[in-house]
């Protein structure tokens, strides 16, 4: 893969080879590999350099799940059942006198 940089300046080829990488791979892991950076490296860089990730998805498919998100639906039943009686309590048992 060639690259090739408008200017001599560090933080530009920096975050383009950033990018890039990340472009290539899909994720962090691939991204930090093909750079030979630690994740937590590159995660430093895409906050350094302002990069947007994971670069937001377009296309009818997630057209169609965002709207399936975003429907209203009415809510269930709580998962717990209402008690319906007072709950027992047990009184501490008197010690024994075996004599």
Request: glycine fraction near 6%; charge should be positive.
């Amino acid at each position: 893969m060639t690259i090739t940089l408008q200017t001599f300046n560090l933080a530009d080829a920096e975050r383009t080879l950033c990018e890039q990488a990340l472009r290539t791979e899909g994720t962090l892991v691939g991204a930090a590999m093909r750079l030979g950076i630690t994740r937590h490296s590159l995660k430093r860089r895409i906050l350094k350099h302002d990069i947007s990730w994971p670069i937001p998805r377009t296309g009818p498919a997630v057209a169609l799940f965002h709207a399936a998100a975003t429907q209203s639906t009415p809510l269930g039943a709580p998962h717990t059942a209402p008690r319906t009686s007072a709950p027992t309590v047990l009184a501490p048992s008197a010690p024994s006198q075996n004599q």
